[in-house]
Structures are given as structure tokens and as C-alpha cells.
């Protein structure tokens, strides 16, 4: 069986999207979950630069992902995709959710926070999620309702998924996933963040402010250590000019204090030596 993700053909628009309903308003969050979305949404926003060579991507949360007209959407916690932008005007019907067809290509990653055991996380939600030509799909089980561990990472081999087993990096968006515990915002706990090929995990606004708020204070005690080392090497300088003078000026005295005693001595009849 081939290992690479299948080939997705982009479905025809929406006959009729003006009946398709985008949004519910149904209140279906807790808080913990509606954290952690804006943690890994908030985090790419402000400190990632895409997989590089300028390329572009949407984070979403919540969102429904429209992939097929005959198919209900799925609604992934999170949802990234590549080399795609936002919409100018998302009031438009076809623009209020992610519909594959306009975008024209499908997200690269889905994740779910499992909150109960209703949501069929590792259910039918896999085949679906295949279905649609997710390459990454992730379940973030914080409280291992599922039994399955805390975090699953799933790669798209062929037409299924196959479980990454210790390597949470995502080759594709240059992106890894790791526990983090911590506060963010004013919540204490094990939060699940994006980060780099070191561990190093990616910041959102207020750490990023903080980062460089550290990097400029470390730059002026820098400056400041600087200031002083120089000033140090100035004193050392000028103590040595100082001491060099007096050392010529007691030679000085010293060649004076021996011509008159010589002087002296000549008077006396005695040439000196």
C-alpha cells in the first residue's frame, strides 16, 4: 500500500450553499477548551512564520470544515492549513467557514480536545478526517477519558491514518507538538503547544512581549557592563599617566638633588665621580 497521503480532488462548489448552515451558535465549549484553541491559534499568529520561503496559512478554531456537498462538516478544535489566506470579506456565505472547495485544498492539520466520550475522537472522526485529506490529525486527551494516552498524533499513509509513536514532529509545516505545563492567561495547567525542532515551544503575544522585553533589558545591562568596563579601563589609564608623571617627576628631582650636591662638591675642590 502507498505511504503517501491520497491524491485530493477538489470537490464542485456548493449547489446550494445559501441553505447550508455554517454556524449554530450552540454554546459546546468548556473554558479549559476554549483556552487552549486560542492558545494554539494565538501562538501561530504571533510567533510563526509559516514553513518558510514566504509562505502563507490560516489558523482556525471552531470552524466547520466543508469537504464534500454530500457529507456533513466536521468541526475540528483547530485546524491549520498551508499556502492559504484569509478571506477578504468572511460575511460572505461561501467565506463563513472552510469550505475545501473555495480554498482549494484541504488543512494539513485537525486537532480535537477530547472534553467527553461523545465526540467519537478516535471513532468515526478518523475516517472522516482521512476522508477529507487531513495529512496530520491530532486528539489531545487531557483527562485520558479515552484510555489512549494524552496525545495521538496521526499521519495520513495512503487512504488511513498510522499513529506517529514518539516523534510529534510534523514535517510538512515545520511544526512539533508538546505538554507544556504552565499558566496561560489565569489557568494553571497542562496545556498542549506548538514548538520547534528543539523542544522550544512557540510563544503567544504576551510571552513573545515578555521575550523581548528580556532580550532589551539583557541588551541595556550589557551596554551598562560595557559603560563600566570602559570607564574602569579609563581609571586604569589614567592611574598609570598619573603614576608615570610622578615617576618622571621624582627622577626629575633626583637629577636636580645630584647636580647641586655636585655643584657643592666642586666648590669644595672635589670633582665628582
Known sequence: MST???????????????????????????????????LLTDSLYNSYDGPGQGRSFVAMANVGLFYEPNQPPLVPDVMVSL???????????HKRSYFVSEY?????????????????????????????????????????????GVLRVYELKGNSYVRKKKDFWLPQIKLGLTLWEGYYEDMHDTWLRWCDRDGKVVLVGHEAKEREREAKERERKAKEREKVAKEQAL???????QAKQQALAKAEQERQRAEHLAAKLRALGIEPD
Open 4 to 38: 503517501e497521503p491520497k491524491t485530493f480532488n477538489l470537490p464542485a462548489p456548493w449547489p446550494d450553499i445559501d441553505s447550508i448552515v455554517t454556524e449554530d451558535d450552540e454554546p459546546v465549549d468548556n473554558i479549559y477548551s476554549e483556552k487552549q484553541q486560542r
Open 83 to 93: 499556502d492559504v489566506k484569509m478571506p477578504g470579506n468572511v460575511w460572505d456565505k
Open 104 to 148: 482549494g485544498k484541504p488543512p494539513e492539520v485537525a486537532i480535537e480536545i477530547v472534553s467527553d466520550l461523545k465526540g467519537k475522537e478516535d471513532g468515526t472522526k478518523l475516517p472522516d478526517y482521512a476522508s477529507a485529506g487531513i495529512r496530520y490529525y491530532i486528539i489531545f486527551d487531557p483527562e485520558k477519558q479515552l484510555k489512549q
Open 235 to 241: 581609571g586604569q589609564l589614567e592611574q598609570e599617566r
